[in-house]
């Protein structure tokens, strides 16, 4: 499978041999499960890389957030009630429910809400490399498209 790659007008082409060259699935560890192994993990790398320094050059902050939350964020988001035939069953951690994060986009509306804005603080760039869970029916999984984890790019303005 070979991928091009458009990044501030420069074209990369990045040549993903899945199957045979990266071996990306360990099947002990679980259908869906991407493991990158280190000629893969440097195409990763390079593209991460990349990406960071055109966010911060075009005035991104970058984010890091946790991979896991309070089940109650994923009610008020309403995920729970449109996506949870696609989310993880939730954990009980310490008489609390938590859940593996399916979506990005409650973390950053909390980063959001850390303060009050005026107009003069928009816009607000972040921006996040975040890597995301969903269940996915085994039947439905195909090669890089279709995973149980992955790494998604989350700008937020």
Wanted: net charge neutral.
């Amino acid at each position: 499978m070979a991928c091009i790659l458009c990044i501030n007008g420069t074209f990369f082409l990045i040549v993903i041999l899945a199957y045979v060259y990266f071996n990306i699935y360990q099947e002990d560890a679980g259908g869906g499960l991407v493991f990158w192994h280190p000629k893969g993990a440097i195409i990763r790398h390079i593209l991460e890389d990349s990406w960071k320094q055109i966010h911060l050059q075009y005035g991104y902050d970058l984010l890091y957030t946790p991979h896991v939350a309070k089940a109650d964020l994923w009610k008020i988001s309403g995920h729970i009630d449109f996506y949870k035939e696609n989310m993880y069953n939730q954990m009980d951690v310490e008489d609390e429910m938590y859940q593996l994060r399916p979506m990005n986009c409650p973390y950053h509306i909390l980063v959001y809400k850390r303060k009050l804005h005026s107009y003069r603080d928009f816009p607000i760039r972040v921006a996040e490399l975040g890597t995301v869970y969903r269940y996915e029916l085994s039947g439905s999984l195909h090669g890089l498209f279709r995973v149980r984890g992955f790494t998604q790019v989350f700008p937020f303005f």
